[in-house]
């Protein structure tokens, strides 16, 4: 039997790519005859790179940047011929910050931009940028500065990096954009479907898990509502209700401002757009069953996290799908359950999560192996 192995990461714990490998291990001790195939996936938050990387092909390249907090850091982004990856957590992703040091109204995305810089400086003309696991709440204003915007106070000073500083805006400069910007196309990646304000809004939803209280929250959300009312003043058009115009901290608001400065500029699901850098589809039609898997199986699972957009694909193909959860409920086995995949539990008896995030990837591999073993019995 031929199996694809296309898990997320188990966040927090472990990688895609380890997750895969861990599956694939496992499953050879149960079933060694069977050839495998490791499709290691991610939404466009952390991980993305990797996942990516792991299909061959992609250039690893350095790129000088900073970490939200302004530090000097070294980041990196893969590229093949006129197309580049790259993903925002590696320069402006929340790991970056110890927790004691996390400050959401100082955190900037001015890393992500010097690396987006970086990659259309070298050529890369078809771009995908992948959000998610940022450390910022600053509408991508420090993106926006890396590549020539300028954000301005009333006396037509440069505001200070961050979104603790939006409600001083008085005046945003889009003419520094550089022209090249008219020959990329960029593709965000992103699974994110918040607004910019409100209760379901960058603030709100994520300002806490970033180092915000709920003065701070409230206060960033009022900033990014008059950054909101600066940016669209000035080009004319809503961006604050677009879904997912929340993402990294509001960051696909600021770029949705300069939209029409790119040769092409679109939204999609995260996890699609990985798929296709992967050639998921062509490995899939190759495969007799697909394993799949992520640190939660649950309510969530339902809303377009990987594992449903996996099960998705191999329902459609006519492939069986199993899916490994780090953590399973039963809205999350029901989600999964309605697409004809079966869900199996990486732990064999409840544990905390602090427990099974120490526990590394033996449990991963004691499943894998459990679940080869019945499916042996099953083609028996």
Request: no cysteine; charged share 20%; proline share 3%.
């Given at each position: 039997m031929r199996l694809l192995v296309a898990p997320d990461s188990f966040k927090g714990s472990l990688t895609s790519v380890e997750v895969a490998r861990a599956l694939a291990e496992g499953w050879s001790r149960g079933s060694p005859d069977d050839t495998v195939r490791l499709s290691p996936l991610a939404d466009g938050g952390e991980g993305t790179l990797d996942a990516v990387a792991a299909a061959g092909g992609w250039a690893r390249l350095p790129a000088a940047t900073r970490d939200p907090l302004g530090e000097p850091l070294d980041g990196r982004f893969l590229r093949q011929d006129d197309r580049a990856v790259v993903e925002?957590?590696?320069?402006?992703?929340?790991?970056?910050?110890?927790?004691?040091?996390?400050?959401?109204?100082?955190?900037?995305?001015?890393?992500?931009?010097?690396?987006?810089?970086?990659?259309?400086?070298?050529?890369?003309?078809?771009?995908?940028?992948?959000?998610?696991?940022?450390?910022?709440?600053?509408?991508?204003?420090?993106?926006?500065r890396a590549l020539g915007v300028r954000f301005l106070d009333a006396a037509g000073a440069e505001l200070p990096m961050g979104g603790g500083s939006l409600d001083r805006l008085a005046r945003v400069d889009l003419s520094g954009l550089a022209p090249v910007l008219g020959e990329v196309e960029l593709v965000i990646a992103s699974d994110v479907t918040n607004p910019l304000l409100g209760e379901l809004g960058a603030a709100a939803t994520y300002g806490p898990q970033k180092g915000a209280d709920q003065t701070q929250v409230a206060r960033l959300d009022a900033n990014l509502a008059h950054y909101a009312d600066v940016l669209e003043a000035e080009v004319g058009r809503s961006l604050r209700d677009v879904p997912g115009s929340g993402a990294a901290g509001g960051t696909t608001a600021g770029l949705l401002a300069t939209a029409?400065?790119?040769?092409?500029?679109?939204?999609?699901?995260?996890?699609?757009?990985?798929?296709?850098?992967?050639?998921?589809?062509v490995a899939l039609e190759e495969a007799d069953l697909v394993l799949t898997g992520e640190g939660r199986v649950d309510r969530q699972t339902a809303y377009g996290k990987t594992a449903l957009g996996v099960a998705r694909r191999a329902a459609d193909a006519g492939r069986p799908c199993i899916c490994f959860g780090g953590g399973v409920t039963e809205e999350g086995i029901a989600a999964l359950a309605a697409l004809g995949v079966v869900v199996v539990p990486v732990t064999e008896a409840p544990i905390s999560v602090e427990a099974q995030m120490a526990a590394g990837v033996a449990p991963l591999e004691r499943a894998a192996e459990r679940a080869a073993r019945l499916v042996s019995i099953g083609h028996g």
């Open positions: 925002m957590a590696t320069a402006s992703g929340l790991s970056r910050v110890p927790a004691e040091r996390r400050d959401a109204k100082a955190a900037s995305t001015f890393g992500t931009g010097l690396i987006l810089a970086a990659a259309i400086g070298l050529g890369a003309r078809r771009i995908v940028l992948g959000l998610g696991g940022s450390a910022t709440t600053d509408g991508g204003s420090g993106l926006l029409d400065r790119f040769a092409s500029f679109e939204v999609r699901p995260g996890v699609e757009v990985v798929m296709e850098l992967i050639g998921f589809d």
